[in-house]
């Protein structure tokens, strides 16, 4: 549950830090709203096919990831966890009670350091995706700016 929620949380900063980006577009040769309306549309449009980049792909939230994210990590922490505590558990006289507990602690902690890197992915994500928002905003700000707009 607390994954979905997580998710929708990052979902919606995505999409209001989208969206901040958004300009002000004063018609600065008398023109119509009307005639602004249109102008915008085609610059959007211009813009779009221009960069590359579809503002409406960027705003939809990233694929769901399968279960199967983190279970390498998940793997070689257990693996890890068990040979360390093979070697106490050795030490201690117990080996197989030592390799036990060290296969699930190393889970534990590749569990967590999967779910680091996943954060970390998450975050590179937002960043690229702000950086080609601005990119097109900027496009879009050439355009209308071209067409005798201010543009701020």
């Known amino acids: 549950m607390t994954g979905i929620f997580r998710t929708a949380i990052g979902v919606t900063a995505l999409v209001i830090s989208l969206t901040a980006a958004a300009q002000i577009i004063y018609p600065a040769q008398g023109q119509s709203p009307e005639l602004q309306q249109k102008d915008q549309g085609e610059c959007q449009v211009w813009a779009t096919q221009n960069t590359g980049i579809d503002p409406v792909v960027l705003a939809q939230p990233p694929p769901a990831q399968t279960s199967s994210v983190g279970a390498g990590e998940r793997v070689r922490g257990a693996a890890g966890g068990a040979l360390g505590g093979l070697a106490i558990g050795a030490i201690a006289g117990d080996a ?57």
């Open 96 to 152: 197989g009670k030592g390799a036990a507990i060290g296969a699930v602690t190393g889970t534990m902690v590749g569990g967590r350091r999967a779910r680091q890197n996943q954060a970390a992915a998450q975050q590179y994500d937002h960043a690229q995706r702000q950086q080609m928002m601005d990119t097109w905003h900027r496009a879009v700000g050439a355009c209308m700016t071209a067409r005798g707009y201010t543009v701020g």
